[in-house]
């Protein structure tokens, strides 16, 4: 599997590159075959995607990462919030994405902030992005506030959102089944074909 990670962070180190590291480490763990992972730091482009507004023409640089996401089987994407949105550079660098590159692709949305009260912006924001770039958004979108590192409940999610990813990228389907008492994070993984198969049964 071709994995590409595009995390708009600005700082170093950085939260959202530490999500976004986590987010990929627990897809090579669940995945049935090696992961070949690719990381778009879109901090390291913003001259360039500054440049390809005004003149048309993409860096080596930023044309190198368009082409890795394109040509991924499945993507994690994370940015931090800004004005309770996603960041500009986020914004932008998918902007200047060809408009069928996402068709059908899997794609695992992710966000930092420094409070809760911003997590709806995977929702109100981050989803409809890619709704409208015709990608397939895994169901489990991950958020982490400051106080989610080191609290229970974000290793869960960032699983369960892995998993999903997996599930969809190996072609089978995200079945979501009773979690264990007081978790909230169990789900399966069910190929297409036995789904299928048990759905022509019925």
Same mark, same amino acid.
């Given at each position: 599997?071709?994995?590409?990670?595009?995390?708009? %962070?600005? =700082?170093?180190?950085?939260?959202?590159?530490?999500?976004?590291?986590?987010?990929?480490?627990?897809?090579?763990?669940?995945?049935? %075959?090696? @992961?070949?992972?690719?990381?778009? +730091? @879109?901090?390291?482009?913003?001259? +360039?995607?500054?440049?390809?507004?005004?003149?048309?023409?993409?860096?080596?640089?930023?044309?190198?990462?368009?082409?890795?996401?394109? =040509?991924?089987?499945?993507?994690?994407?994370?940015?931090?919030?800004? =004005?309770?949105?996603?960041? %500009?550079?986020?914004?932008?660098?998918?902007?200047?994405?060809?408009?069928?590159?996402? *068709? %059908?692709?899997?794609?695992?949305?992710?966000? *930092?902030?420094?409070?809760?009260?911003?997590?709806?912006?995977?929702?109100?924001?981050?989803?409809?992005?890619?709704?409208?770039?015709?990608?397939?958004?895994?169901?489990?979108?991950?958020?982490?506030?400051? +106080?989610?590192? #080191?609290?229970?409940?974000?290793?869960?999610?960032?699983?369960?959102?892995?998993?999903?990813?997996? #599930?969809?990228?190996?072609?089978?389907? @995200?079945?979501?089944?009773?979690?264990?008492?007081?978790?909230?994070?169990?789900?399966?993984?069910?190929?297409?074909?036995?789904?299928?198969?048990?759905?022509?049964?019925?």
């Amino acid at each position: 599997m071709k994995l590409t990670v595009v995390s708009a %962070g600005l =700082s170093v180190p950085s939260s959202t590159r530490l999500l976004a590291d986590r987010l990929a480490a627990s897809v090579q763990a669940q995945a049935a %075959g090696p @992961v070949e992972v690719r990381v778009v +730091e @879109v901090r390291e482009l913003a001259t +360039e995607i500054a440049q390809n507004f005004t003149s048309g023409f993409p860096g080596k640089a930023l044309s190198d990462a368009l082409d890795a996401v394109a =040509s991924a089987d499945g993507l994690i994407v994370v940015t931090p919030v800004f =004005s309770a949105s996603y960041s %500009g550079l986020f914004k932008s660098f998918f902007d200047l994405i060809d408009k069928d590159a996402l *068709t %059908g692709k899997p794609v695992l949305l992710a966000a *930092t902030g420094g409070s809760a009260r911003h997590s709806l912006v995977l929702e109100h924001a981050m989803r409809p992005l890619f709704a409208y770039l015709r990608a397939m958004t895994v169901p489990t979108a991950v958020y982490a506030a400051s +106080e989610d590192w #080191g609290a229970a409940g974000l290793d869960g999610r960032i699983e369960r959102a892995a998993g999903e990813l997996v #599930g969809l990228t190996e072609g089978g389907l @995200v079945n979501h089944v009773p979690a264990a008492a007081g978790t909230g994070d169990d789900f399966d993984v069910v190929p297409f074909e036995e789904q299928l198969a048990a759905l022509q049964a019925e």
